[in-house]
């Protein structure tokens, strides 16, 4: 048995190096947001199919369930919830782009089928998305953190590298994969307004996008999710409007703005990544990397 015996084969493209780009529903996608961000590269970029990773041994189907669709109206089908793989080429690199549900089972053999395909093309690094919960304003630009393991990966993209300890979901197994195979990996989170969680954020998902952009060395297709964004800030006006508590909270969250580590008693409201001064930068990104890290303990609590 190989490592890849769970993926079935689409197609044969030829890629040069591609960079991975993976997001999964659920645990890791606060506000639909990174899941938003792949889905919308994969059309932008008109991504063909590459691959199906089979579902049945890694899916709780009682947790995730199939869906059944009618074809023509008349013929019922079973649609079953599994990750796919795409590939596209952009101006500036091959991609192979992954989306899917997090795996409930078998992780270890899961990631062992990403780490075949993305070592079958010699990827040049696998890149995941997600995004957490956090008390920042939907105002404000959203921050997104970017965290990898490796040394010449974390200076290369000015990322921080991850200290964090505790319960981890299919993406931190996937990294650890990775790492152990010796392809570069980096995982990039977006904070999305926890008092809008309800609310798929494609402002966080753009966010996700741009960065992503920039790792890989291509413009992201932006212009995509613009309208949806700007109705976005709309519809969260809206809930806040409704809501006197809520619109006195958000304003208090804006209010603060970027003097909010200069607040000893005050919690981690926002992040702010910081000005030209080293020292400011490198402390607040530690501190998005501190929530993150919280949010992951959190969520292993659940």
């Known amino acids: 048995m190989t490592a890849s015996d769970h993926v ?10 591609p960079a991975v780009i993976a997001a999964f529903s659920g645990w890791n996608d606060a506000a639909d947001a990174s899941s938003t961000a792949v889905r919308t590269l994969i059309d932008a970029w008109n991504a063909e199919p590459l691959a199906e990773i089979d579902p049945e041994e890694f899916t709780d189907f009682a947790t995730i ?9 008349v013929t019922r089908t079973v649609v079953w919830p599994k990750v796919s793989l795409w590939h596209a080429s952009t101006p500036g690199a091959d991609v192979i782009l ?13 990631t062992e089928q990403i780490v075949s395909v993305a070592a ?13 919960l956090a008390d920042v304003p939907h ?3 959203v921050r997104v953190m970017g965290t990898a393991n490796d040394q010449p990966t974390i200076d290369r993209f000015d990322l ?15 990294h650890d994969a990775c790492s152990q195979a010796s392809i570069p990996s980096a995982s990039l989170w977006a904070a999305v307004p926890a008092y809008a969680s309800q609310i798929p954020s494609p402002k966080a998902a753009s966010a996700l996008m741009a960065r992503a952009g920039e790792i890989i060395g291509t413009p992201a297709p932006l212009s995509a999710l613009h309208n949806f964004v700007v109705a976005y800030d709309n519809k ?19 209010s603060m703005g970027d003097d909010i580590f200069d607040q000893e008693d005050s919690p981690q409201l926002e992040f702010e990544f910081g000005n030209d001064d080293g020292e400011d930068t490198e402390n607040n990104a530690h501190l998005l990397v501190d ?12």
């Open 98 to 110: 992954i989306l899917g549900p997090e795996p409930s089972l078998k992780w270890r053999l899961f």
């Open 8 to 17: 079935r084969w689409l197609s044969q493209p030829t890629l040069r190096s």
């Open 139 to 141: 105002s404000r630009e």
């Open 160 to 174: 921080q590298r991850s200290r964090y300890e505790g319960p981890t979901g299919i993406v931190g197994v996937l």
């Open 120 to 132: 079958r093309f010699e990827a040049s690094m696998v890149l995941s998305l997600g995004a957490l």
């Open 236 to 254: 969260v006006n809206e809930l806040i409007e409704d809501d006197d508590d809520l619109r006195e909270y958000v304003e208090r969250l804006d």
């Open 291 to 302: 929530e993150v890290e919280q949010f992951l303990r959190d969520q292993g609590t659940n």
């Open 65 to 73: 369930r199939p869906s059944i669709r009618l074809l023509d109206g």
